[in-house]
């Protein structure tokens, strides 16, 4: 058997995301009762602000890498290496990039 040698590569992008809601309760009775509804009036606007349940998210533009070798020495010997970056979207961690 002769040596052979193999390469692997991956590259992959994410793109930036503004930040967005997962999840804020649609309805102001959900947050208050039906009867204080009635008598104080409604503002959509003010009461997301005061949301008692709400989680957002956003994420940072990353690219990542991997490269990879396999070298076969002989039939039963083989060598490998390899190499890959594992950067994180969240625009709240430090030292992210």
């Known amino acids: 058997m002769t040596p052979t040698t193999n390469l692997a590569a991956t590259l992959e992008w994410f793109a930036e995301q503004d930040q967005y809601d997962i999840f804020t309760p649609g309805s102001h009775r959900f947050l208050r009762d039906i009867v204080v509804d009635e008598l104080v009036e409604f503002d959509e606007e003010v009461e997301k602000r005061r949301a008692l ?45």
């Open 53 to 97: 349940i709400q989680y957002n998210d956003a994420a940072e533009s990353v690219v990542n890498l991997g490269l990879a070798v396999e070298h076969s020495f002989s039939d039963k010997t083989n060598g490998y290496f390899s190499f890959r970056t594992d950067h994180e979207t969240n625009p709240h961690l430090e030292g992210n990039s």
